[in-house]
């Protein structure tokens, strides 16, 4: 029913059967962690008005806005807002995890998500709700340009910029690029020209 979007078979069943809406499988993903993960804003709004957690952490730490905002889904992160969802709720810190996002915040999942069309308006929906643009990463402190440039998201790096002019508010770099060749990337080196002026690789490189 989640997967296929089947909206009516869903309220008909939920209706019917008198279950924890916010139960887990074996994987320890509720109704709602499924939805998110498969972009089904129908029925999501139906699971957080029969109570779905809007909050709940999956296994491994995910809630359903970090999910949302890796998926750059800026449509499910308001709708998710809007209904308590937390946005200074970070991945956590898991030392035997090498997936590389743990200590993120949902503002870092937006910057480094693969969907990089959407991943603009993403930010968007996090900042306007709140987000910090230079919010520090749990433990390894990585601002979110530093993740998004890491990430090849031009488009990342260009919100936070334009927020950063709205707010008047220079973008902070902490934490240290791992994979990014700029000699690969000229639109990407061009770009941080722009924003850091002539010595742009001494700031973000120091």
Known sequence: MIKSGDLKALKHYLNSNPININGVNNANLSL????VSEGKL???KSLLKFGADSNHRTRKGAT????AAYSANADMIRLL?????????AMPIMEDWDEGVDGFYPIHMAAISKHHA????????LIEAGADINQ???KF???????AIDAGNIQAVETLWRF???QNKPLRITGNLKFINFDESPAMANLLKQIFGPEWRQVVLH
Request: glycine share 2%; proline share 7%.
């Open 32 to 35: 709602m962690d499924i939805a």
């Open 42 to 44: 129908d029925i999501v």
């Open 64 to 67: 359903p806005l970090l999910v």
């Open 81 to 89: 807002l809007n209904h308590g969802a937390k946005i200074d709720m």
């Open 118 to 125: 959407q991943s603009a308006q993403a930010l968007e929906a």
């Open 136 to 138: 520090p990463r749990l």
């Open 141 to 147: 402190l990585e601002t979110p340009i530093i993740v």
């Open 164 to 166: 950063s002019q709205i």
